[in-house]
């Protein structure tokens, strides 16, 4: 009989975008370590193969003022996983952290530093930027073009690679008349040249308990998903409807045979939201709160003017849509936020005939179009649900995102995981020792413990 696939779960820490409600009477600080730790110790209780947390470079902007989900702040990635490394034992820690804006060796120096606080449950989110606003906080400013990023992103991983190998197993000696000593004939001077970096030296740290931290990649451009069937071992995609999420599977899976790769190299998890009630009626009924309360008035307003780049302020989000058209020719309102709208007058267009057909407001329109219902249903019937995206190759599993820090996940461990456990897809618990590419079943785990001689 054919074994069942496996399900891998990751946890998204709630942050700074609409999703997290933090007007939610159970929400707290985001800088508090208390908040990091709940929600670590609890995806840990979870068995959750990771905790991923997001980055931001500078708060975002809107008509020249911090935007407001941003006020919160946005915290060192590295320094909140170091931290929760202590008050965790077995769960893998990711941050998403910047190739155009850091430098290879300093910022593969700091990975192998927490793979090694860690035991090797260290990840790595590779992204990318060529925004000058971002690049405004930094000494070269915005100097990437657009089409360079991944060009950098690409040399950058392979170089970070170069340095975390410059390290035999063993380097690392002991003598007790001498002291500790490194054996030079075991460490590899790394002397690279490409288009992007020039490092010739020698990395100072030596091989980490999993080799290699574990590299996550999350871009959806055709260059993005390249980057990623070449260099990535898990996708973070937004691709969650089933047969959306299952080409977006298929077509990045197709692509790691082109570059020499096999298909157990790399698993493919989509973000997902849930909410879960004792009927679907409840569910549901709660879900429709859940995203009025992720979109409030002055949420649906700048959320319009992002698209429209004009001020809106003066509309009534219980109203029609604006009868402007957009400002293409201006500079954008909105700065430090991906715009997704290639054709802004299109998607105006699109929209209207939406809020015409529907009878939307401006506000029942924006919840519409920027949230996601996610899973939503009984515990049960979502764990069905996940199961049958992994059975049938939709996806590996999920990043899931609670909709409140950091009390979100309780209540997904507590009545979905089990169910998880009871159609054995899930594990029970973890193995004792596992690294992070244990943890996931990636090729490569035969290296876990290998460890510098004490």
Not at 168 to 181: E, I, N, Q, T, Y
Not at 250 to 272: I, M, Q, W, Y
Not at 345 to 354: C, Q
Not at 428 to 439: C, V
Request: charged residues 25%.
């Amino acid at each position: 009989m054919t074994s069942k696939r496996q399900v891998h779960l990751a946890a998204h820490l709630p942050g700074v975008n609409n999703t997290t409600v933090w007007s939610d009477e159970r929400a707290e600080s985001q800088i508090a370590f208390s908040s990091f730790e709940h929600f670590a110790r609890n995806a840990e209780r979870g068995c959750f193969d990771f905790l991923f947390l997001a980055e931001g470079l500078r708060l975002r902007e809107q008509k020249g003022r911090i935007h407001d989900l941003d006020v919160v702040g946005r915290p060192n990635t590295l320094a909140i996983l170091a931290a929760l490394a202590g008050v965790t034992d077995h769960i893998g820690l990711v941050g998403t952290l910047q190739t155009t804006f850091n430098e290879p060796l300093e910022l593969a120096k700091q990975l192998a530093t927490l793979d090694h606080l860690s035991d090797g449950r260290a990840g790595w989110n590779v992204v990318t930027s060529s925004d000058a606003f971002h690049g405004a906080n930094f000494r070269r400013g915005g100097f990437l073009d657009h089409a360079d990023r991944y060009t950098r992103a690409a040399e950058f991983v392979e170089l970070a690679r170069e340095l975390w190998d410059s390290w035999d197993p063993g380097a690392v000696v002991a003598d007790a008349s001498v002291g500790r000593f490194a054996d030079r004939s075991r460490i590899r001077d790394v002397d690279h040249h490409g288009p992007q970096f020039d490092v010739a030296g020698t990395f100072p740290v030596p091989r980490s308990p999993q080799r290699h931290p574990v590299v996550v990649q999350a871009g959806d451009s055709d260059e993005g998903r390249d980057l990623a069937a070449r260099h990535a071992e898990v996708v973070f995609s937004l691709h969650t409807e089933f047969d959306d999420a299952r080409t977006f599977y298929t077509d990045v899976t197709d692509r790691l045979e082109r570059v020499g790769r096999s298909k157990d190299e790399l698993l493919v998890l989509p973000g997902a939201t849930f909410t879960i009630g004792d009927t679907q009626a409840d569910a549901k009924e709660r879900s429709r709160a859940i995203r009025r309360a992720q979109v409030s008035p002055a949420t649906a307003i700048a959320f319009l003017e992002q698209v429209w780049n004009r001020d809106l302020s003066s509309y009534d989000v219980d109203g029609p849509l604006p009868d402007v058209e957009p400002d293409v020719d201006a500079d954008a309102i909105t700065r430090g936020r991906v715009r997704h709208a290639k054709d802004p007058r299109a998607l105006v267009r699109s929209w209207r005939d939406r809020a015409a057909a529907e009878h939307l407001t401006i506000r029942q329109l924006v919840i519409e179009v920027s949230t996601r219902g996610g899973f939503v249903g009984t515990p049960s019937s979502i764990a069905a649900e996940i199961d049958r995206y992994v059975q049938e190759r939709a996806s590996d599993g999920f990043v899931v995102v609670p909709h409140t820090n950091p009390y979100g996940l309780d209540d997904f461990v507590d009545r979905v995981v089990p169910l998880l456990q009871e159609r054995g897809v899930y594990r029970s618990s973890y193995d004792e020792g596992a690294t992070l590419r244990r943890t996931l079943g990636l090729p490569g785990h035969v290296l876990d413990r290998q460890r510098v001689t004490a």
